[in-house]
């Protein structure tokens, strides 16, 4: 009603006393406001975008505001998910089944990519963007964007596992940081009998997605592997796989770990670690920040260092961290991608730093003097970042990393044996990926 134009305006304007041309020209002002109104409507396009709502605080602080505002013919629309992650692929999943997906940009962890991308549920970015804006980005992380040589996901954040560990300590006790898991097992006993640490080593030991993060580098550690993505080949009965278990069972057998390690998930570990009760941690990146925080009992007496290893073998870093693609089904695929550029971009990704302590992308801001001078171990990030494993990028991967969770967890809490489990978990993995529907995807 505001901008509609009265049929008897003239009359009005008249019994008013406005001069005939003057309602003439207010008449014409107010039909140009009308139809640009309209105009502007048609052409602001609004992109919707899942997220957990503690991922979405940043954006909306800051990052939409800026992009809005250099692309005002756009406006991105974040729908705060669920915070846990697998509940959040879920309504990604249900929303694609229903063939009613309302999203546009796809924020992905780097394990949906193959999923989505093989149900045909993502746009094939390959042709969008070149061979040398990619060499921007990390190797693994571009990688962890490709299914079946096809690029699906651009990298916006980086994660990495990480060893962390009391460099005070172990300094005090004249003590070199461990290379092998004897290492880290002497060390965490030496120090405990020294009364420096009520235990040694905290870890994800509950039945969830952490779990296998954390298990994929002990296995890499031992020599050992899960699934080979080429070949579909499956490890898990392998005398490596039993090691890796057979070390996370001493932990607690020991008194290197806490009893209660087989039901912590990340948050448990770091405030274990935070609060001064182990020597070690596996955690991810955002630890760093929230340890050295001013109030926090451990601030500037901590160091990081990749998982240990087995002697004759080598350490790897699992790789986590997320990306955007755009749903197949958007129908502003053109906006959906200027977005994305956006949001990857050197200048978003220094601000996500600094707000938010995320991990990038991008290489050179590992070294980036400012960044560097308030996180100085991303340089070392970076190193770790360039050695990361993938867990593996198949369709199915959702459904293998359940099996291995249920068996790892029985095997780590002694409901199975380890030997027991791990046959089960081989034997049920071999017969999902060998299923029809398996061979047609791989």
């Not at 274990?272 to 601030?299: D, K, M, T």
């Not at 809490?413 to 081989?426: D, K, L, W, Y």
Request: proline share 7%.
């Amino acid at each position: 009603m505001l901008y509609r134009q009265p049929q008897n305006l003239e009359k009005i304007l008249k019994r008013l006393g406005f001069p005939r041309l003057l309602g003439f020209l207010l008449a014409v002002f107010l039909g140009i406001i009308v139809f640009a109104g309209k105009v502007y409507a048609q052409q602001v396009v609004t992109l919707n975008l899942l997220m957990t709502a503690p991922d979405a605080q940043p954006w909306k602080q800051g990052i939409v505001r800026d992009f809005e505002a250099e692309n005002p013919g756009i406006r991105i629309n974040i729908i705060e998910g669920p915070n846990a992650t697998n509940l959040l692929e879920d309504l990604y999943t249900s929303a694609f089944i229903l063939g009613q997906s309302p999203y546009d940009l796809i924020n992905m962890d780097v394990i949906w990519t193959p999923k989505f991308a093989a149900a045909g549920w993502l746009l094939d970015l390959t042709n969008r963007i070149s061979p040398e804006e990619l060499a921007a980005f990390s190797a693994k992380d571009v990688e962890g964007g490709r299914y079946e040589g096809k690029l699906y996901r651009i990298p916006m954040r980086s994660d990495v596992g990480m060893l962390y560990y009391r460099e005070d300590l172990l300094r005090q006790a004249r003590l070199n940081p461990p290379e092998t898991f004897e290492d880290l097992m002497q060390i965490s006993q030496a120090l405990k009998q020294a009364g420096k640490g009520n235990w040694g080593y905290v870890w994800q030991g509950r039945q969830y997605e952490g779990l296998v993060a954390m298990f994929v580098e002990v296995l890499q550690g031992f020599g050992g592997f899960w699934v080979n993505p080429n070949t579909l080949e499956v490890g898990l009965d392998r005398p490596e796989t039993l090691k890796a278990i057979e070390f996370l069972r001493d932990t607690v057998e020991e008194g290197v770990s806490p009893p209660g390690v087989t039901t912590y998930q990340e948050e448990e570990t770091r405030r274990f670690f935070q609060s001064g009760q182990a020597v070690f941690l596996r955690s991810w990146p955002y630890v760093w920040p929230l340890a050295n925080q001013e109030s926090s009992p451990i601030n500037g007496k901590i160091a990081i260092q990749p998982m240990v290893h087995a002697p004759g073998q080598s350490g790897a870093a699992c790789l986590g961290g997320w990306g955007l693609g755009i749903a197949k089904s958007s129908r502003h695929p053109e906006e959906a991608w200027k977005a994305i550029q956006y949001f990857t971009g050197r200048e978003a990704q220094r601000r996500f730093i600094f707000s938010a302590g995320y991990v990038p992308s991008r290489r050179e801001l590992f070294t980036d003097p400012e960044i560097v001078a308030k996180y100085p171990h991303y340089p070392q990030l970076l190193e770790v970042v360039d050695k990361a494993i993938l867990r593996p990028p198949i369709a199915q991967y959702a459904q293998t990393s359940d099996i291995l969770q249920r068996y790892l967890s029985a095997a780590l809490t002694g409901r199975m044996s380890p030997e027991r489990a791990m046959q089960s978990a081989a034997n049920e993995t071999r017969r999902l990926l060998q299923a029809p529907q398996a061979q047609k995807s791989a």
